[in-house]
């Protein structure tokens, strides 16, 4: 219906009846940006298809999903042996945190926004523990060496700027696992700032 909106996890599993209902609303290909330490492309973790673990192995079986190239990864740090057998059969879009690191965020970013330019409608899910766990340490699976919280903010305005982002999701937030609640925070600033980059693109901020 055209309604820009937002998604609070929860853990990564919440992703996929969201990502089902984007396919089931359309009728043409769509993109998809996986912003996270993990590529969630385990066919199955612990036995359950529809685990946190298994969210875009379950988005590339929808009919909008073509392939990998729908999927740009980003921050990735981490592999499960199931996603490096499939990860040495398919080609992906991977864009580690090394890479964020090594190459800066702005090529990185350019290059996402190059990459997803071919799809009309792209959704982003933004996978707290994407940050390094300095940034986010409320969450059920940190890894060390992550994002900072300047580039991921970078990347948020680039992507917003120069792709038709149609809504997002923020997910695996644990305050409990963070007495300093600076998870939440980090959480509640990437919402208000993904919400005032789509503000600003359809006119209502200066």
Known sequence: QGVFFTAVGGDHSVTIPI???IDRAL????GIVHIDAHFDLCDTLGGDPLSHGSVQRRALELKNIKGTENICFIGIRSIEPDE??????NGLRIHSAYDCYKHGMERVAAEVVKQMSQFN???I???IDCL???FAPGTGTPQFGGLDSRQLLDLLEVL?????IIAFDVVEVAPSLDPSLTSMFAA???ITECWGHFARKIGKLG
């Open 121 to 123: 409608r792209v959704y």
């Open 27 to 30: 009728d043409e290909p769509f």
């Open 160 to 164: 917003f700027r120069n792709l038709n």
């Open 19 to 21: 990502e089902a209902g």
């Open 84 to 89: 490096y057998d499939f990860k040495q059969k």
């Open 125 to 127: 899910t933004l996978d």
């Open 132 to 134: 390094d766990p300095a």
């Open 188 to 190: 509640r600033k990437l």
